[in-house]
């Protein structure tokens, strides 16, 4: 009877300790799936933080390149001094302003690549030496006139642009054109005096505020151009 006894408690005593391994082995396994999959996330996000930076680092590379070209050919420009000395010492301030600010011209870059609006605005450029050209002859046909037909006015507008760098650059294009001149922004309205109602009338027409939103890609001025260049963008992307 006790021999009974003591045999059974043995087996017991084994199946417990049985038991428990395999127990302790569902733990462990556990464990170690926890921990495969808390490595993966945590590899996912590394790599993801490893690809962000370095696509960081290439936008911030990008948006400096631009805004130093941009920078110098606005002052070879103006300055119109082309001896060695000048055309070192423009870079050198270009590059150091650019390296300083070169988050402000490409703030709102919206469909992925610089280049598009440097392109752009290299283009505006023309039409702008343009309109400045158009405006000086006739500011000097009011002047030659004996009467001087001016009629000068402040006009108020709404624009529509949405960030601060084409606010400046709409400011600034109204400004060296001349005949007109930006006297203050204050909530997105624009307060321009213009020397003469034909003037007047072509801002307020709103071609220079559509153009300064095509640079930049402003959400309310949208061009079939911006779908365009929009599709070659996702088109590479997906290659």
């Known amino acids: 009877m006790e021999v009974t006894l003591l045999v059974e408690a043995t087996e017991n005593a084994f199946r417990i300790l049985e038991d428990a391994r395999k127990h302790a082995e569902g733990i462990i396994d556990t464990a170690v799936e926890l921990t495969s999959e808390e490595t993966k996330v945590h590899e996912a996000k590394r790599l993801q933080e490893i690809f962000t930076g370095a696509q960081k680092r290439k936008t911030a590379l990008q948006n400096f390149a631009g805004t130093a070209v941009i920078l110098y050919a606005f002052w070879i420009l103006l300055s119109g001094i082309f001896d060695l000395f000048h055309l070192v010492l423009g870079g050198i301030c270009c590059i150091v302003v650019a390296y300083l600010y070169h988050d402000l011209l490409f703030a709102n870059v919206r469909v992925g690549d610089i280049r598009i609006v440097a392109w752009r605005f290299i283009r505006y450029i023309p039409w702008l030496m343009y ?26 507008f709404k624009t ?6 084409s606010c400046v650059t709409l400011a600034n294009s109204i400004t060296l054109t001349p005949g007109t001149i930006t006297m203050d922004i204050q909530d997105g309205e624009f307060y321009v005096h213009a020397l003469s109602k034909k003037v007047a009338d072509e801002l307020k027409a709103g071609e220079m505020e559509d153009r300064v939103a095509h640079i930049f890609m402003e959400a309310d001025h949208l061009y079939v151009q911006d779908v365009l260049d929009a599709a070659n963008i996702y088109s590479a992307l997906r290659v």
């Open 131 to 156: 309109q400045i050209l158009m405006s000086n002859i006739h500011v000097a046909s009011l002047v030659l006139r004996r009467e001087m037909p001016i009629a000068p006015q402040v006009v108020k």
């Open 160 to 165: 529509k642009l949405e960030t601060d760098i």
